[in-house]
T-cell receptor, first 114, second 110 residues
């Protein structure tokens, strides 16, 4: 099993450009999450999806949109990138519908917005 | 806002020594988890301790939880170079979202 996969691994954008970060899991998990990690800040939850067909805002949702395409895939879209969105983005999944269960993380996407 | 805070921010130890790091949190929890992150990689789950548990072991890891003090500790015994990583505690405030601290960076010197 690949676990949680993310594409791309690295991306450089100019201010105002848009892009979609892709995430897929092959563990048949119900819940999926998008986090961003900034130096000294730990991980902050952007959006999550407790089950297929549902999405909810996390701590820092502004500037992002998500789509739970099916049970396997959860994408994160930046419509108009800003330098403040330079960060490392992690996707995670967990088996149940409650977010406090053990989460499995992807390898991350490093995004630089110029 | 971050629910958990790790202490110290950074720790440097000799191979073979024990490493201890602490996590304090603000509100009541259902469980507390510890994760490890190697440089440039995603987080890996280490151990979960429930609010009704006081101590839990997994290999060379020992986790304690004191709900009266709203704190937890992670002890790594007989550290190895491969233990060099950042360690994060994660708590679940009652709105069912995991909240991560800023982490403790551990460096194990050969």
């Amino acid at each position: 099993n690949a676990g949680v996969t993310q594409t791309p691994k690295f991306q450089v954008l100019k201010t105002g450009q848009s892009m979609t970060l892709q995430c897929a899991q092959d563990m048949n998990h119900n819940s999926m999450y998008w986090y961003r990690q900034d130096p000294g800040m730990g991980l902050r939850l952007i959006y999550y999806s407790a089950s297929e067909g549902t999405t909810d805002k996390g701590e820092v949702p502004n500037g992002y949109n998500v789509s739970r395409l099916n049970k396997r895939e959860f994408s994160l879209r930046l419509e108009s990138a800003a330098p403040s969105q330079t960060s490392v983005y992690f996707c995670a999944s967990s088996g149940g519908i409650r977010t406090q269960e053990t989460q499995y993380f992807g390898p991350g996407t490093r995004l630089l917005v110029l | 806002s971050q629910q958990g805070e790790e202490d110290p921010q950074a720790l440097s130890i000799q191979e073979g020594e024990n490493a201890t790091m602490n996590c304090s949190y603000k509100t009541s929890i259902n469980n507390l988890q510890w994760y490890r992150q190697n440089s440039g990689r995603g987080l890996v789950h280490l151990i979960l301790i429930r609010s009704n548990e006081r101590e839990k072991h997994s290999g060379r890891l020992r986790v304690t939880l004191d709900t009266s003090k709203k704190s937890s500790s992670l002890l790594i015994t007989a550290s190895r170079a491969a233990d060099t990583a950042s360690y994060f505690c994660a708590t679940d405030p009652n709105d069912y979202k995991l909240s991560f601290g800023a982490g403790t960076t551990v460096t194990v010197r050969a």
